[in-house]
């Protein structure tokens, strides 16, 4: 559960300048992408079972921590039935969740709380309330920021439940933050500055003619899932919407898969990320590494629960 939780970059680097001479120079790290950090920006190769086995971990460590503070907590891993997904875009689809929650915009729309820990919550008092969320994410006394290539500023707590998980799978809160946060703000905007390109644009227009051959006329996913805001913005969230969204969400992405549009993405996302600033590929190879250290350590954390 990665909630508003961010960490911070010092010079775009990960030890303090101050402790830099208390222990051996690190080897310079390479200014070229590394094939772990192109995998983990381009969501290629094993990315979507990585995030899957991460955001499982994660459940698990933040669901033992809140038993020590004795706060209930639902233990909610992926699954398409119970959660939202952890990888699903417009051109990396995930049929499985889709099949059980279209593009999950019901509880957008005034759809009940879909989560058990929401429900629990809901039943609390104010305090109680307060008091299960500062167990959670922390009390605010001890917080970090970090800035992401396209300017935003995040800032979180650095204790609580969330924040103990982080330092139990990347060695510190910070560094899981600055790990997903920084990798999520790239792909973000490699996804968008790939829109305009020829062969993406071909692309989406192969997508778009298989959707009209399954009886939706829509542009772009963007347009689908607009139309489908409309429908429950007019008629509140109903069974039969509900349906439809399921129907559009599955059909987009089984097109996507027939109209090569992931690859293509792939492809792209590839070829621009390889052409960052040297800082920033650096920064991306080095939290790349961090990403895979967690990986490891969450399969040992699945294994033991």
């Known amino acids: 559960m990665r909630v508003a939780a961010i960490v911070s970059i010092v010079a775009g680097g990960l030890v303090l300048a101050g402790c830099a001479s208390a222990r051996p120079a690190s080897p310079p790290v390479s200014a070229d992408l590394s094939a772990t950090a192109l995998a983990a920006v381009a969501q290629d190769g094993s990315f979507a079972a990585d995030e899957v086995a991460l955001h499982r971990a ?70 109680g309330q307060a008091e299960w969320r500062q167990a959670l994410t922390g009390d605010g006394s001890a917080m970090s920021s970090v800035r992401v290539p396209s300017g935003q500023v995040f800032t979180s707590t650095r204790n609580g439940c969330v924040a103990e998980s982080g330092r139990r799978l990347y060695g510190s809160a910070e560094a899981a933050n600055r790990a997903y946060y920084y990798l999520q703000d790239v792909r973000v905007r490699l996804a968008s500055s790939i829109r305009g390109d020829a062969e993406y644009t071909a692309a989406v227009g192969r997508w778009a003619a298989c959707m009209r051959s399954r009886g939706f006329s829509y542009g772009s996913a963007a347009d689908a899932q607009a139309a489908i805001g409309r ?43 390889a052409g960052y600033p040297a800082d920033v590929r650096r920064t991306l190879n080095t939290l790349a590494e961090a990403r895979r250290t967690a990986i490891a350590r969450a399969a040992t954390v699945l294994a033991g629960s």
């Open 58 to 127: 994660d459940e698990i460590l933040i669901a033992r921590c809140m038993a020590s503070r004795h706060q209930p907590y639902t233990l909610v891993p992926y699954a398409p039935a119970t959660a939202s997904s952890v990888t699903d875009t417009e051109a990396h689809p995930d049929l499985a969740w889709r099949r059980t929650a279209g593009y999950s915009m019901r509880s957008g729309f005034g759809g009940p709380p879909q989560g058990a820990n929401d429900r629990y919550v809901a039943t609390l008092t104010s305090a």
């Open 231 to 273: 429908d429950y913005q007019q008629h509140g969230v109903t069974a039969a919407g509900q349906s439809r969204e399921i129907a559009v969400a599955v059909a987009d992405g089984e097109c996507v898969g027939s109209a090569g549009l992931t690859a293509v993405a792939v492809r792209l996302t590839r070829a621009k990320a």
